[in-house]
């Protein structure tokens, strides 16, 4: 007995230090967000040094990839010296993205996955709405709107500036995420149990976002991934269904884009708009549909649990209350309240 009370002390401890170490990186992550704005800031304000769109849009994505991207993943694997797959070999990383038995099943998840995550979002906006009608009804205490500046993606001006947008978005992003989120960042919780990792790994991909609107269904979309990578023990399907999810939204910027450029009015952009938007809300209403179809096997799908002599409550506690995590939730109620602490500071040392 006095063994297994030792052991789970030295479990406890690798796990607080696991969680400190995911606390760091995304303070990291937050920092670099505030960097890769700033950069970009000041590059791009001199519109002599890039004056075409194009080029502003490429070297702002640029920037965007490196700080937000890069550099927090580079820290990641330096912190965990990579995830424990045979210290990184070629073999355990042909392991990690192996084509898994059902291929065509478990892609088959993106209608589900799609519907609760956008069902997720819809309900957000919702909530927003009608928290911005009760704020003005009392007199515009809660600057609502601000939060709804998150909302709206940037969309480029040109067809090459659109290509950019279409390849960060449905190729870039994903690939990295998955490889950093539901690769190193889940094998690094798994030893203490799949189901904090699937949980813990989804809020710091929701985190990520650092919207508001964003956080709760990318949270949502971060769950059904892990649950994916835990069924099927591989990043290939996580990682194809999130190119999947973000093309979809990529493929409306890019329909913007071309409004955009051919002006208002344009009968063949609203018609295909107008044919894309029908077709998302099918999507979202069969998904949706789909998922529900799916909670009484979700329900009765149970994650395996290596460290059961722990609960689950006290290891999302401990979690919660690793010091450098609360940092990283200031940073992140910063960064999803768009800043407003942050432009406090500034004008408190501005004088």
């Known amino acids: 007995m006095d063994g297994i009370d030792i052991n789970n002390k030295q479990k406890i401890s690798a796990y ?7 606390g760091l990186i995304m303070c990291v992550y ?6 890769a704005g700033a950069t970009a800031y000041l590059l791009l304000n001199d519109s002599s040094m890039f004056p075409e769109t194009f080029f502003q849009y490429a070297v702002r994505s640029f ?26 070999s070629m073999d355990s990383f042909r392991e990690l ?47 609502i709107e601000r939060f709804f500046d998150q ?11 659109a290509l950019i947008m279409v390849f960060v978005v449905a190729i870039a992003a994903p690939i990295i995420e998955e490889f950093w989120v539901r690769g190193i ?70 329909i913007v884009t071309l409004g955009n450029m051919v002006g208002e009015g344009n009968a063949i952009i609203e018609t295909v708009s107008s044919i894309y938007l029908l077709a998302m809300l099918v999507l979202v209403i069969a998904g949706f549909a789909a998922f529900i179809k799916k909670i009484p096997v979700i329900r009765k799908y149970k994650v395996e649990n290596n460290w059961s002599e722990v609960s689950f409550k006290k290891k999302l506690t401990l979690f919660l209350l690793s010091v450098p995590v609360l940092i990283m939730l200031l940073f992140a109620v910063d960064a999803h309240l768009n800043h407003m602490f942050l432009e406090r500071i500034i004008d408190v040392i501005r004088g």
């Open 16 to 22: 607080k230090t696991v969680c400190a170490k995911l």
């Open 30 to 35: 937050y920092l670099c967000r505030i960097l």
């Open 63 to 88: 920037i965007s990839i490196f700080f937000v991207y890069i550099v927090p993943l580079l820290v990641t694997i330096a912190l965990f010296k990579s995830f424990k797959h045979d210290a990184g």
């Open 97 to 143: 993205y192996k084509k898994p038995k059902r291929l065509a099943k478990n892609l088959g998840n993106i209608a589900a996955m799609y519907g609760l995550g956008q069902g997720v979002n819809f309900l957000t906006i919702l909530v927003f709405l009608l928290l911005s009608f009760i704020s003005r009804k009392l007199g515009g205490g809660i600057e």
């Open 151 to 161: 909302m709206a993606v940037e969309t480029p001006q040109t067809i090459p500036g």
């Open 185 to 254: 960042i889940y094998d690094a919780l798994k030893q203490f149990g799949a189901g904090i990792a699937i949980l813990v790994s989804s809020i710091l991909f929701g985190l990520m976002h650092s919207s508001i609107n964003m956080l709760f269904y990318t949270t949502a979309v971060g769950l059904a991934l892990g649950y994916i990578r835990y069924a099927t023990g591989s990043l290939y399907v996580a990682t194809v269904l999130h190119m999947i999810f973000n093309a979809v939204a990529a493929v409306l910027m890019f």
